[in-house]
């Protein structure tokens, strides 16, 4: 039977995931473009939080918790860039199917106010998240974890594993090159 | 979000909304798979509770193998420098090593043969002592 501080550290550890677990979910689809290899690194992530740092301070478990995520992200882009180099030497191979862009009906929303406002935020929304791929990783990752999960600019860093200084970079040039993109669609 | 202007703050804060409104929108297949990851998350680290103690103890064998070459490459090292200097001159040193050789290779083949060194001497011992008394 567990003991009181196993449980209470569990019910924290609990909430703590509950309360992330979406937005993590998103950034993870942003940056892989599909969404069983987003629920694949996230899943892997709580995991590899629950057994590494499970005992460690609450407060640093989301800079822990994006750091981890963020290294399985870069090993799944990895084994893709292998794998599609690898492919490219197939005959008869013309392209991933993964690197096709998501297929909008699969990605159909929760819910629906009414057709032609969701219509205005579907496009919206994809116009964002294509501006937002096109971004280097590092100015992406540091947009969405300051933008989308709020993380303060000393978590980020810590969750990126690089200075206050590079994250505030990163995120400038993130904005100035999204302005630049959507400025025509976003007067 | 901490724009240099109000135009930049308002551009981040519409991203900032379109971005919430993605995160609300994601579906109810997609967060069932999630609450399940973190089920699982969440039963492995009540699963595996983690103890200073116990840490300590996985690194024991490492530490015990690492001090134990140590030891060994302390108490050999003298040794292989008192080997590789020479005694007396090269020459003198390889003369004992042919003789320690030499040795070694007689003890075996008197072990290969049955040769009994205790045996020998005492019948050279009785024989001498019958010469000394028939004589």
């Known amino acids: 039977m567990p003991d009181s501080r196993t449980y209470d550290r569990s019910r924290a550890l609990d909430r703590f995931l509950a309360e992330i677990e979406v937005r993590a979910f998103r950034i993870a689809q942003i940056a892989l473009r599909n969404e069983d290899d987003a629920l694949d690194v996230v899943q892997d992530a709580m995991l590899r939080l629950a057994r590494a740092y499970a005992d460690r301070p609450p407060e640093e478990w989301k800079s822990l918790f994006y750091r981890i995520l963020e290294n399985r992200i870069r090993d799944v882009q990895r084994r893709r860039s292998v794998r599609s180099r690898f492919m490219a030497w197939l005959p008869g191979r013309q392209n991933d199917p993964e690197d096709e862009p998501d297929d909008p009906i699969a990605d159909a929303p929760s819910e629906e106010p009414s057709v032609v406002q969701r219509l205005q935020l579907d496009e919206a929304i994809g116009v964002l998240e294509g501006a937002l791929r096109e971004l280097p990783r590092r100015q992406q990752q540091a947009f969405l974890l300051r933008a989308l999960e709020g993380l303060d600019v000393a978590e980020t860093a810590r969750a990126m594993g690089c200075s206050e200084g590079s994250v505030k970079t990163h995120y400038f040039r993130a904005v100035q090159s999204l302005r630049a993109r959507l400025g025509d669609t976003w007067p | ?135």
């Open chain 2, 1 to 135: 979000m901490n724009g240099s202007d109000g135009r930049t703050t308002q551009f981040e804060q519409r991203v900032r909304a379109l971005l919430e409104e993605s995160v609300a929108r994601v579906d109810h297949r997609v967060r069932a798979r999630l609450r399940a990851a973190r089920r699982a998350a969440v039963e492995e680290a009540a699963r595996a509770p983690r103890a200073p103690w116990w840490r300590a103890l996985t690194l024991l064998p490492t530490a015990g193998a690492v001090a134990a070459a140590l030891l060994v490459a302390l108490v050999l090292w003298p040794q292989r420098m008192d080997q590789s200097l020479p005694l007396n001159g090269g020459g003198t040193a390889v003369l004992e090593d042919l003789d320690l050789l030499v040795e070694a290779e007689s003890e075996e083949l008197e072990l290969i043969e049955g040769w009994d060194r205790g045996f020998y001497e005492w019948a050279v011992a009785q024989a001498d002592s019958g010469r000394g008394t028939s004589g």
